[in-house]
Structure formats: C-alpha cells, structure tokens
C-alpha cells in the first residue's frame, strides 16, 4: 500500500467507533484512522467497497485515497474520504423524519443488496441524513462483502 502524507494538524475529532476514529481534515475531507488493534488491510477493503458502492449509484462517501497521517507520536494510516453533512438516522429525535429516513436507509441497503453486497453492521448509525437532499447516504461498510470481490482486507468469513 503507497501511502501519501498528509500532517496532522489540530483535527478536530468528529466520532469514534469499536475500530477506528474519525477526524474532520477540512470542509469537505474526513479521515478515518484505524485504532491499534484493527488491521490496516481493513482501509483497504473499505476504500475498495465504497468506490463499488458510489460506482453502482448507490449513496456512499466518495473515497478520496488512504494517506499517512503524521501525528506528534508517529505514523498512521488513515482513510480520506468525502464528509457528509448530515445527522446520524439514529440521532434524529423527530418521530416522521426518522421514520422517512429509516425508510431511506433502507431503500439504500435493499440497492445496495441487489448489486451483490452483504452487510453485517446494519444499525442506524450507518446512514447520514441530507435534509437538504432528502437521501441517506450509508457509511462504515468495514464489515461488509461483496459478491465476487476480493481483497487484502476482505472478511475471510461469508456473511450469511
């Protein structure tokens, strides 16, 4: 994996997850670090599936490359990609909005279903709502699979 630098500077950390952190770059850029125990493979295989995913139609982060971010105590891989910003379906307190996007979100997944792929982690944290655009854009696909694909960072285990 060729990594590009990318110096860490005061990013403000938007979000944390069982696998990685992610912090706000600029306006428009994210990047997901991976904790220490996660495999690095594992941007790869998300980078490669969410590339399929946008390349399908399906709503999904536009990937930007994995880069090394330089922080004051090393050396990380980081994956860069698209912010989104939107509210988490699973934080909207509204009781018919949620329910909309819900509906989104699924629509979403059931797309992303018929071109092959198997999801895992399928909770309500996994989708972004754009009020503006009234879609559900789906994020952290770590977990998933697709039919046919293969890489370093794959599940090695088929979701059933």
Not at 13 to 29: F, K, N
Not at 38 to 62: K, Q, T, V, W, Y
Request: glycine content about 8%; hydrophobic content about 35%.
């Amino acid at each position: 994996m060729e990594l590009t630098q990318l110096t860490y500077q005061g990013f403000p950390c938007i979000g944390y997850g069982s696998e990685s952190t992610l912090y706000r770059v600029d306006e428009h850029l994210v990047a997901k670090v991976p904790l220490p125990h996660c495999p690095i493979e594992n941007l790869d295989h998300e980078f490669s599936l969410g590339n399929l995913l946008c390349e399908a139609g399906i709503s999904a982060p536009r990937m930007e490359g994995i880069f090394e971010m330089i922080f004051s105590s090393g050396r990380k891989p980081a994956l860069v990609m698209q912010y989104v910003p939107g509210s988490k379906v699973s934080d909207l307190t509204n009781p018919n909005l949620k329910a909309h996007a819900i509906a989104l979100l699924k629509a979403e997944r059931s797309k992303a279903i018929d071109y092959g792929f198997f999801m895992k982690d399928v909770g309500f944290d996994n989708g972004i709502y754009l009020p503006r655009e009234d879609k559900v854009v789906l994020v952290d696909f770590i977990s998933w699979q697709k039919e046919g694909h293969d890489c370093p960072g794959c599940p090695r285990e088929r979701i059933k």
